[in-house]
């Protein structure tokens, strides 16, 4: 193994170099962000009371693919934008005026 020699620096003054460095390097660095972590998700019931539908409805909802769920753990969640962005189809679906009323 190889040693490294220092002349003229005290264990105490070189322990403290480095403490002042590490405090340096934690104060400059971000915190990771991470973007799947920061979604917000609905339960079900949420999702049912923000477009204005009833439970069933939103399985028919997500079934045909206006939604996307999410399975985590033994809950089914949805992400808050896209539950957002499907808001505007929900509202022109239910009070369209004859036509096609199946998705």
């Given at each position: ?23 340096r390097k934690l104060n ?6 991470n973007t799947l972590n ?66």
């Open positions: 193994m190889s040693q490294i020699i220092l002349n003229g620096v005290t264990l105490s003054q070189l322990l403290e170099k480095i403490e002042q460095l590490i405090d400059n660095s971000a915190p990771p962000t920061q979604s917000k998700f609905y339960s079900r019931q949420e999702v049912a009371r923000l477009l204005m539908i009833s439970l069933p409805t939103l399985r028919d909802y997500t079934k045909s693919g206006w939604l996307v769920s999410y399975k985590i753990g033994n809950r089914v969640l949805y992400k808050q934008e896209e539950v957002l962005a499907c808001v505007e189809r929900v509202a022109a679906h239910k009070f369209k005026r004859g036509g096609n009323h199946g998705a």
